[in-house]
């Protein structure tokens, strides 16, 4: 009788382990699909602040940083705090020192942490017309990047969470 218990309960544990780490993987994908798309809202922001409001950019990020809440804030933060205090160079290295320091490796591939590091040339340009302009495109990169993890969110989120509690099932059957 008790030899059952303890299979029960040691089923019951890995169900809810393989069933977690699914809905953990979902959730990452979620957070990067939230982190897009703070990222496109943020290039458009940072645009109205920096180009036609001509707002210090140490400002623009510290206020642009107040409507985030994915790890972009404290990437904001960070760089806004490095412009301020003038540490670590130009602003290219602080914003690389900040990408790198607050970015989840698990969730963003090198190539789009490139991408988000190139962003710095569109954010700190001294000519208005072609900081604008590289503002618009990097948005428009970072809107397709958007549309790719919502519809990766979508059509995989689930499955994540199905193949975790089939794992699941799979060790619970074959631990018996």
């Not at 009788?1 to 040691?10: E, I, K, S, Y």
Request: with cysteine; proline share 1%; aromatic share 8%.
């Amino acid at each position: 009788m008790t030899l059952l218990a303890v299979r029960l309960a040691g089923g019951a544990l890995i169900l809810t382990a393989c069933t977690y780490a699914g809905i953990m993987a979902e959730g990452r994908l979620k957070r990067r699909w939230m982190f897009f798309e703070e990222l496109c809202e943020l290039f458009g922001y940072l645009e109205r602040e920096t180009v036609y409001h001509r707002t210090p950019l140490d400002e623009a990020l510290s206020l642009a940083a107040e409507r985030c809440r994915t790890e972009l804030k404290k990437v904001l933060l960070d760089a806004a705090e490095g412009v301020k205090k003038k540490t670590g160079g130009d602003f290219s290295e602080i914003w690389e020192k900040a990408v790198r320091r607050e970015l989840d490796r698990g969730i963003f591939a090198e190539e789009t942490i490139q991408v988000i590091l190139l962003s710095s040339k569109a954010l700190c340009n001294p000519d208005v017309v072609l900081q604008k302009e590289l503002i618009s495109q990097y948005a428009r990169r970072f809107a397709q990047m958007e549309a790719d993890a919502e519809e990766d969110y979508r059509s995989k989120g689930g499955l994540f969470r199905k193949l975790g509690t089939a794992a699941g099932i799979f060790l619970i059957l074959l631990l018996m």
